[in-house]
């Protein structure tokens, strides 16, 4: 097939990162085309907490989260299996499906001028910088890649040192009212053995239980989805009681697995794509920030590539802005695989929750940042 010279933007990924940097390079008045694989609106792996990064960089998109229905959150609970602690988060954070959320983005792209093609799988990025897609090879002028949890042949990413051995898992419930009200206006943080759950409600009374397991559990309970839950619940009884009568919302659980934890890109040298999103920087999932992380890369490469401060820059930026929080929530992840470890840490956050709060500054981008690069 023989490629065709696109002007402007090809953006490769329509989640949050992708429509995120096209609309700030729409706005602008540069020609910017999209292309994701996804044919309609599909359900995503995601804890689905949106800090106050992310709800500022959303609102500055144009999302407005009460009209999808987004919950209230301003507690974060921390449950192990002997021990539970209770603090605030210092802000309030909202809650949303991913399903509801991407879709909302790609019609706010739509309507700020980007051309945006649903179902278009990319299958390769040539060292040229063409892009190879089953209908089209195309040589942009700027390629952003923003595949999010997904590699593309040509630029993938390199996950040595990362944390990047777990399984994610993503299921929907109905919890019973009991369940709901008192899990409403909090996010649970569950560390279990080889792992840990977000467990929220999203929009329509629905909780979203997010976890990641290490693969010899999975594997010790034959693949068995059902099984694996009873497992965690007897071990953390609390994810027992908030589960019991509750109902599955989703045929069968998403998954996933690879996902390289602590992962920052770092090129020597300039490459056919700007990465963007979970393609640039991997914090995580406990934290929260993924999605503000992702658009947070989005606003500055939009903006390093309106400046004409190039790739290099953008690069820079991000590890200045993000490097710190991705090294510090890695450094956590890895100790919490510790049992004794995980208790010490409980006891100390029942006696002292405003801890909670500390270390949730600690592991997510700082104010400054957001501040300096909005401004920009
Ligand atoms: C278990 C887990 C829990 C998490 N919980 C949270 C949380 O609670 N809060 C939070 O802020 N973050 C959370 N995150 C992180 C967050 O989900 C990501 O950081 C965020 O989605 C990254 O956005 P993105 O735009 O880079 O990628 P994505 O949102 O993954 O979007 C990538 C897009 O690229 C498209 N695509 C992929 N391959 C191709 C291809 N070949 N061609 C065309 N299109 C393609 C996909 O269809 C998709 O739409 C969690 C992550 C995991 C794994």
Request: glycine share 12%; aromatic share 6%; hydrophobic share 50%.
């Amino acid at each position: 097939m023989t490629a065709r010279a696109m002007a402007g933007t090809l953006v490769v990924g329509g989640g949050l990162a992708g429509p995120a940097a096209a609309i700030w390079l729409a706005r602008a008045g540069q020609p910017v085309a999209l292309w994701d694989r996804e044919r309609v609106p599909a359900h995503k792996i995601c804890g689905e907490f949106l800090s106050w990064e992310a709800q500022a960089w959303l609102a500055d998109l144009g999302i407005e989260l009460d009209s999808l229905g987004a919950v209230a959150i301003d507690r974060v609970r921390l449950v192990t299996a002997r021990r539970s602690a209770v603090g605030r988060l210092g802000f309030t954070a909202r809650s949303v499906t991913r399903r509801a959320l991407d879709a909302a983005m790609l019609d706010a792209a739509a309507a700020a001028g980007v051309e945006v093609e649903r179902g278009i799988t990319v299958r390769e990025v040539l060292a040229d910088g063409t892009v190879v897609a089953p209908h089209a090879a195309l040589r942009p002028e700027t390629l952003f890649v923003a595949t999010g949890k997904h590699n593309l042949r040509g630029v993938g990413r390199d996950g040595t040192g990362t944390l990047n051995h777990q399984l994610g898992f993503k299921a929907y419930f109905r919890l019973t009212p009991a369940q709901r009200a008192a899990l409403s206006g909090h996010v649970e943080l569950i560390l279990f053995e080889g792992g840990y759950a977000g467990l929220q409600m999203v929009e329509r009374d629905a909780a979203n239980l997010c976890f990641l397991v290490s693969p010899d559990r999975w594997k010790r309970l034959d693949g068995d989805f059902a099984a694996l839950i009873a497992d965690l619940s007897g071990e953390v009884p609390h994810l027992g009681e908030r589960l019991q009568g509750a109902v599955p919302l989703l045929d069968r659980p998403l998954a996933i697995s690879g996902v390289p934890y602590g992962f920052l890109h770092r090129p020597s040298g300039p490459e056919p794509g700007w990465r963007l999103g979970d393609q640039a920087a991997v914090i995580p999932s406990f934290t929260g920030d993924g999605m503000s992380l992702a658009l947070h890369s989005a606003r500055l490469a939009a903006t390093a590539r309106l400046t004409g401060a190039g790739q290099g820059a953008y690069y820079r930026r991000l590890a200045q802005d993000a490097g710190r929080a991705v090294a510090r929530a890695t450094w956590l992840q890895r100790a919490s695989a510790d049992g004794a470890w995980r208790d010490r840490a409980a006891s100390l956050l029942a006696a002292a929750p405003a801890l909670l709060g500390l270390g949730a500054r600690l592991t997510r981008l700082s104010p400054a940042a957001i501040r300096r690069a909005a401004q920009a």
